[in-house]
């Protein structure tokens, strides 16, 4: 099938960016991060780990599971993390950090609008397009604040300054989470509108097919006087 093929390359990318992240942590590559490479080997496999949860729950549930995109979009913002290393945006620009927190909150958001999209479709939850958008960025946030969590500890263990110089300076988790915020605000938005302009269009063809077939049936069978 297509779509395993897809998925499968995409896998193949997870496990050559965890591969080499592996090797910059034991030295076998010399490739020197402005950060831990234990936090971002965590961050590859975490997102790597819950697209495949995710995706054989929905399986387990009789539901679709996640499509290519989602597996794609999460590789994409694992691999920006690399290349931030390999060219050192990190530490040049300070807004590279914030385009990678946008993104991630930006990618987090759909994966989870994707699935409660996927629940509603099978009558699992009934929620209205705003609720969905709601949902959606709640749970963006409650992942988002687990992460600056584990990026706090790991700077405080390992001293990396992960979350130190930036724009603000000092620690600025606050920095992080507003970008995460910002991405997955806009996700939840353009679903909602997305989703109640799908259902209003749904809407509207069911009601002129109705008027259609009561027209059609008048014209049939006409009212004898």
Not at 143 to 164: A, C, V
Request: net charge positive.
């Amino acid at each position: 099938m297509l779509r395993n093929v897809f998925i499968n390359i995409i896998r193949l990318g997870f496990l050559v960016l965890v591969s080499f992240e592996v090797l910059g942590l034991t030295r076998i590559v010399q490739v020197d991060s402005p950060y831990s490479w234990l936090g971002f080997i965590i961050t590859g496999c975490f997102i790597w780990l819950s697209l495949e949860i995710v995706s054989s729950r929905l399986k387990k549930s009789g539901l679709e599971q996640l499509s290519p995109a989602m597996y794609l979009i999460g590789l994409i913002g694992s691999y920006l993390n690399l290349f931030g290393i390999l060219t050192g945006l990190f530490t040049r620009y300070g807004w590279y950090d914030q385009v990678i927190h946008g993104f991630g909150g930006a990618a987090a958001a759909l994966v989870f609008c994707s699935v409660f999209s996927k629940l509603q479709i099978a009558r699992k939850i009934s929620v209205g397009p705003r609720l969905l958008g709601f949902f959606t960025f709640c749970s963006t946030m409650l992942l988002s604040s687990l992460y600056t969590t584990e990026e706090f500890l790991e700077t405080k263990i390992f001293h990396d300054g992960r979350m130190g110089s930036g724009i603000i300076g000092g620690f600025h988790a606050d920095n992080h989470f507003l970008w995460n915020a910002i991405g997955a605000a806009l996700v939840a938005f353009v679903s909602a509108v997305v989703i109640r302009r799908r259902e209003n269009s749904l809407s509207y063809s069911k009601k002129s097919l109705s008027l259609r077939r009561g027209s059609s049936q008048l014209t049939r069978d006409p009212v004898k006087s």
